[in-house]
C-alpha cells in the first residue's frame, strides 16, 4: 500500500517552460488536493477535486490548470513556470466523511529559474 | 475569508521545560488538525479533533479544542530535543465543500539540551 505517491520529487525549470506534476493514489480516496509550501509559510490550497472529472479552484489558483481524469491520479500542470511558482508542492488525498484524515504525499521541490 | 492564526511562530525552549502552542481560527468549524513537518519532509498527522471539548494525548503532547472561543492549543510537557520540528494547525470550515483543510503558518520548535 504506497499511499499517496508525487512524481517527480526533484525539479527545475526555465522560466516559461511547461510541466505536469503527477499524484497518485492507491486508497480509493474520493478527494485530492494540491497543496503548495512557501518558507515561513503554512500549505496553501491550488486546486481540489471532490471526485473523478471534477475540478476546483483553492486559494492561489492562477497560473496552474488541474485534471482528474482516474479517480486514483490528480495531475497539476503548470503551463508557464514563472520565478514566483518555485516552491514545494504537496499532493493530498481523503476519504469522504467527516472522521477521516488526510494522507499527504512527499513533496515536489520545484524550482523556476 | 478563513484566517487560521498560530502564536508563536517560533519557539526556542529548553529540555525539560513546558509551553503551549495557540491556533486561533476565524470561522465556525469543528474539525482541526495537527500536524508536525520536520525539515525537507512532508506532512505527519498528530491530532484529529472533531468535536467542542475534544482532548488528545501522544506522548508528551496534548492538543485541545474549543469550538466556542476558535481556539486550539497544543502542550508539550516536558519538552525532549526530538520535538524539534514546525507544528501546523488546520482548520476545515463548516459548510465547506470538499472539506479543505486551512493551514496556519506554522511554529517552529528548537528544544535546546
Known amino acids: 500500500n504506497a499511499g499517496v505517491t508525487q512524481t517527480p520529487k526533484f525539479r527545475v525549470l526555465k522560466t516559461g517552460q511547461s510541466m505536469t506534476l503527477l499524484c497518485a493514489q492507491d486508497?480509493?480516496?474520493?478527494?485530492m488536493y494540491w497543496y503548495r509550501q512557501d518558507p515561513g509559510m503554512g500549505l496553501r490550497l491550488i486546486h481540489y477535486?471532490?471526485?473523478?472529472?471534477?475540478?476546483a479552484k483553492g486559494e492561489v489558483p492562477d497560473g496552474y490548470n488541474v485534471s482528474r481524469l482516474k479517480k486514483q491520479n490528480f495531475l497539476l500542470g503548470l503551463e508557464s513556470a514563472a520565478p514566483s511558482q518555485t516552491s514545494v508542492y504537496f499532493c493530498?488525498?481523503?476519504?469522504?466523511?467527516?472522521?477521516?484524515?488526510?494522507?499527504f504525499g512527499s513533496g515536489t521541490r520545484l524550482t523556476v529559474v | 475569508e478563513l484566517k487560521v492564526e498560530q502564536n508563536p511562530l517560533f519557539l526556542s525552549m529548553q529540555e525539560g521545560k513546558n509551553y503551549t502552542i495557540y491556533c486561533n481560527y476565524s470561522?465556525?468549524?469543528?474539525?482541526l488538525y495537527w500536524y508536525r513537518q520536520d525539515p525537507g519532509k512532508s506532512l505527519e498527522s498528530l491530532f484529529v479533533?472533531?468535536?467542542?471539548?475534544a482532548v488528545k494525548q501522544e506522548g508528551r503532547l496534548m492538543a485541545s479544542l474549543d469550538t466556542k472561543a476558535r481556539l486550539s492549543t497544543l502542550h508539550i510537557t516536558a519538552a525532549v530535543h526530538d520535538l524539534s520540528a514546525t507544528y501546523f494547525c488546520?482548520?476545515?470550515?463548516?459548510?465547506?465543500?470538499?472539506?479543505?483543510?486551512?493551514f496556519g503558518e506554522g511554529t517552529q520548535l528548537t528544544v535546546n539540551p
Open positions: 493530498a488525498s481523503r476519504r469522504t466523511g467527516t472522521n477521516y484524515g488526510y494522507t
Open positions: 486508497m480509493n480516496h474520493e478527494y
Open positions: 477535486s471532490v471526485g473523478e472529472g471534477t475540478t
Open positions: 470561522t465556525t468549524s469543528d474539525r
Open positions: 479533533l472533531l468535536s467542542n471539548g
Open positions: 488546520a482548520v476545515v470550515p463548516k459548510e465547506t465543500s470538499g472539506s479543505r483543510l486551512t
